[in-house]
DNA sequence: CGATTCTTTGAAAACAGTCAATCTGTGTGG
DNA sequence: CCACACAGATTGACTGTTTTCAAAGAATCG
């Protein structure tokens, strides 16, 4: 399974296969089952986490006692609670996973060597904190400026894999929209499609 | 005007005098007259840009050909697009001063070195990243979980100096809300602490 | 299957947005 | 020093989107 994140390296980044040694070394594999919790509010999050297969999300609970999206995580991709890790603070976030998963983890302070022992890997490391800002600004401003049905058209685009592998229902908490609205939108859209695609020839 | 980047320097890391002379020649001081644009929508943004005094605003404007605003920066505060920064790419940003202000801009190329021989300043500088992170994850979570009030509460509390300081307008569109929203909810609260402040003892 | 979870649907209500008019404060030029 | 212009804020009436609530329908899983 750690080949998972030693191809995504491999693709990403000039490295030797004794830093990838120094790497796996480091690392732990971790299987997840469906709506296993990896972190619950009140935990401390410790550790770099690169999801190998399946899909995790990151979201919290409203005072309003309702769940939020803040983030799925699918194939490749790295999640994280920035609070929590940073700080070193019990997090107020939560993450389980949707599906069967398997999760490459490594303890904060053994990252932390690596990124000093590989500086390719520190460079990486940048870059994806860097896109990962970018990300959220843009999210903020679709969340600041559209509309439901703009959000729905900007999720679809974006995540396009994400969309029909997570329950509706989280997806409208990660829009900030309520499940029925979304459920709403999407029949108009599948309408439409319809409609387009029935031309005569 | 150097000085109060030297200050705010001194206050967070460990930092010769020599190591602030490199910092001081990278930089330059630039003044900035009310509504006058540091950025426009189109143009690259390749510098590291630090708030000695005054006010400035990124924003964007929306499909629907209004302005949204993204971040506010005010004294001590860094402000970046990140997006155009990162990738050398056009800005889909604005970034204009909302009175006189002082800048202090160093140019990226330059910002790079400087990070590679002051170590403690490339440590200030993730730091600053991260919680720019921490930031972006709690506005996201209030802007897809909280209503207008939540919202004009929270803005309030986080950012007490800046509230008082920006255009109504503005304030709004940050929160994502109309400005006549945002006017009826202040005038609620102003009422509310009247109410409570005026009982007989 | 049976039970649970998720989604859909309809109707009513709440919330926030729009439009338009008015008010306020500030700065400018006569 | 006053009057005017202008940007920003407020207010009211109305509209429209989105939420809420409740019930019924799919889908999924053991």
């Not at 070193?88 to 398997?102: C, D, F």
Request: a positive charge; proline letters at 3%.
């Amino acid at each position: 399974m750690f080949e998972v994140l030693a191809t995504y390296l491999r693709k990403r980044i000039e490295i030797t296969d004794d830093e990838l040694e120094l790497i796996r070394a480091a690392c732990a594999i971790r299987a997840v089952r469906k709506w296993q919790p990896m972190l619950q509010a009140g935990e401390i999050w410790g550790i770099k986490c690169f999801v190998a297969s399946g899909c995790l999300r990151l979201y919290r609970t409203g005072t309003d006692g309702k769940d939020y999206t803040l983030r799925f995580a699918v194939d490749n991709w790295w999640l994280t609670d920035l609070e929590s890790y940073n700080q070193g603070k019990p997090s107020s976030y939560n993450i389980e996973a949707l599906m069967a998963s398997t999760v490459i983890v490594c303890p904060k302070e053994k990252w932390m060597e690596l990124l000093v022992k590989i500086p390719a890997l520190s460079k990486l490391h940048e870059t994806l904190m860097l896109n990962n800002g970018e990300a959220n600004q843009r999210r903020i401003f679709s969340l600041i400026s559209s509309s439901a049905e703009e959000k729905y058209n900007e999720f679809k685009k974006t995540y396009p894999g994400i969309f029909n592998r997570v329950p509706l229902y989280m997806v409208a908490s990660h829009l900030g929209i309520s499940r029925e609205t979304l459920s709403r939108l999407r029949k108009e859209h599948a309408k439409q499609n319809k409609e387009t695609s029935s031309g005569n020839l």
